[in-house]
């Protein structure tokens, strides 16, 4: 997202000019389409461009793959970094999910009423998945939703009392998105 860039409400694909709906709430329910397991990939691509782009379309796997690339993908991956000479650092420890949309969906909405005073729900066709992921990222971090993600990246460390480490893991099996495994 660059600020002097105007927010995507179309694109042009192989000459033919697309309009799109990225309003946050239609992205979301891209990402559930694609959580139904029951769909084959492809069912989901067509399901997914008819959510964004309309049902008169012809649906491609090119489409689609060029749509989530370029205006929906959220950025999870780590960037390789390399030294002086040009050769890769090593791999920092994988990064862990720290945020669903699904079932974190009630802190989001009270972390943006608390901190931007939105009501998402007044939002919905209107916020663009840009703005939204924006705001969702700068979220303060008296938040609720900023202090589940704390939570969940917490890893002890030297020093802290072993009553603070039992009440953090305590809270990360609260407020895990996965199973943890017992230590």
Partial sequence: MRLN???VTSFVFDDIEYQIDLSFDNVLDVFDVFDDEDLRTYESAAIC???LLGDDIAPTLDLWNHVYFEFIQVDNEQSIEYDRKGNPMP???E???SIDF???AEYIYASFRQAYNINLHREQGKMH???FKALLSGLPSDTVMQRIVQIRLWEPSKGEAAEYKQAMRDLQKIYA???IEEE
Avoid: G, M
């Fill in 5 to 7: 860039d105007p927010l």
């Fill in 49 to 51: 461009l008819a959510l």
């Fill in 91 to 93: 791999v920092q420890k």
């Fill in 95 to 97: 990064s862990k999910k």
């Fill in 102 to 104: 699904n079932k974190d």
């Fill in 129 to 131: 998945w840009h703005e």
């Fill in 177 to 179: 998105l996965e199973e």
